[in-house]
């Protein structure tokens, strides 16, 4: 199993620029989510799904939209990108059953915006 | 919800044992007491959980207090390869909570060779 893989791992847009972030996990996981992670800070979770075609807000979605068309998939889409949003972003999936939910992350995904 | 709260860093030195504390006076009777670590450059990665006794696994021991508001998460022979932010989370044991854990800024762990 590959796990969570993220593309692209590095990123530069200019102010106002959108992209896509891209999030696929081979575990056949239920839950992923989306944090960001600033400069020496902990994480901040920004979006969630508990399932294909379920999402949820998290602490920070502002600037920030998502889909889960299938399982293995959950894309993050920034739209007018803005110098705020310079981050690193990670993705993780967890099973979403029972009573534990360990969480596998992926290696991330840097982003800046100039 | 509840959180937890974390020394911003520690030190140790190689081959010691390392006592990594939490605190989370608020925690629920249905929350499990997750850790976990970040390597720098790289995603975090599980460490180990427990609810009420204290867990054992490879590469960690979880000392949970009775009350359960506190635990220490114990590394017993420290390696450089452990310098690492570790985070302590409360996991709330249901699938209707997904999206509720939230992760702080974690204790730095700085080892010295």
């Known amino acids: 199993n590959a796990g969570v893989t993220q593309t692209p791992k590095f990123r530069i847009l200019k102010i106002g620029q959108s992209m896509t972030l891209q999030c696929t996990q081979d575990?056949?996981?239920?839950?992923m989510y989306w944090y960001r992670q600033d400069p020496g800070m902990g994480l901040k979770l920004i979006y969630y799904?508990?399932?294909?075609?379920?999402?949820d807000k998290g602490e920070v979605p502002n600037g920030y939209n998502v889909s889960r068309s299938t399982t293995e998939d959950f894309p993050l889409r920034l739209e007018l990108a803005a110098p705020s949003q310079t981050s690193v972003y990670f993705c993780?999936?967890?099973?979403?059953?029972?009573?534990?939910?360990?969480?596998?992350f992926g290696p991330g995904t840097r982003l800046t915006v100039l | 919800d509840a959180k937890t709260t974390q020394p911003n860093s520690m030190e140790s030195n190689e081959e010691e044992p390392v006592h990594l504390p939490c605190n989370h006076s608020?925690?629920?009777?249905?929350?499990?007491i997750h850790w976990y670590r970040q390597l720098p450059s790289q995603g975090p990665e599980y460490v180990i959980h427990?609810?009420?006794s204290n867990v054992n696994n490879r590469m960690a021991s979880l000392a949970i207090a009775e009350d359960r508001k506190s635990s220490t998460l114990i590394l017993h022979r420290a390696t450089l390869r452990d310098a690492a932010v570790y985070y302590c989370?409360?996991?709330?044991?249901?699938?209707?909570?997904?999206?509720?854990?939230?992760f702080g800024d974690g204790t730095t762990l700085t080892v010295k060779p």
């Open positions: 993780a999936s967890s099973l979403g059953q029972g009573e534990i939910d360990t969480q596998y």
């Open positions: 427990g609810l009420t």
């Open positions: 799904s508990v399932g294909a075609g379920i999402t």
């Open positions: 989370i409360l996991s709330a044991g249901h699938n209707t909570n997904a999206g509720k854990s939230t």
């Open positions: 575990m056949n996981h239920n839950y």
């Open positions: 608020t925690i629920s009777g249905t929350d499990y």
